[in-house]
């Protein structure tokens, strides 16, 4: 079993910047992808950021030269530094891994944590 923790969320100020930390734990031989996914009230959850294992970036459009992920592999962890914050990026962020359990498995699993909520005032 494999448990996604996040932290980092909280109340700022439309301009300002927070950062997600997310620590992945449990029976986890590699991680190969690690992102970050939002759902704001009335809307689907959306992808905002991931980061493979060998370094490739994917982001939305709408955060794009405004937040930054990065991943400390050793430590099962990603971050996501969000910078110029607008009131449109409030929204519950979840952390989501991509991962194998086991040596040799060819299919990987998929963990979802329990959700930051980040709140941007105008």
């Known amino acids: 079993q494999v448990q996604l923790v996040e932290s980092g969320g909280g109340l700022v100020q439309a301009g300002g910047s927070l950062r997600l930390s997310c620590v992945a734990s449990?029976?986890?031989?590699?991680?190969?992808?690690m992102g970050w996914y939002r759902q704001a009230p009335g809307k689907q959850r959306e992808l905002v950021a991931a980061l493979s294992s060998g370094g490739s970036t994917n982001y939305a459009d709408s955060v794009k030269g405004r937040f930054t992920i990065s991943r400390d592999n050793a430590k099962n962890t990603v971050y996501l530094q969000m910078s110029s914050l607008k009131p449109e990026d409030t929204a519950v962020y979840y952390c989501n891994a991509d991962y194998f359990p086991t040596p040799g498995q060819y299919n990987t699993l998929h963990a979802w944590g329990q959700g930051t909520l980040v709140t941007v005032s105008s």
């Open positions: 449990g029976s986890i031989f590699s991680i190969n992808v």
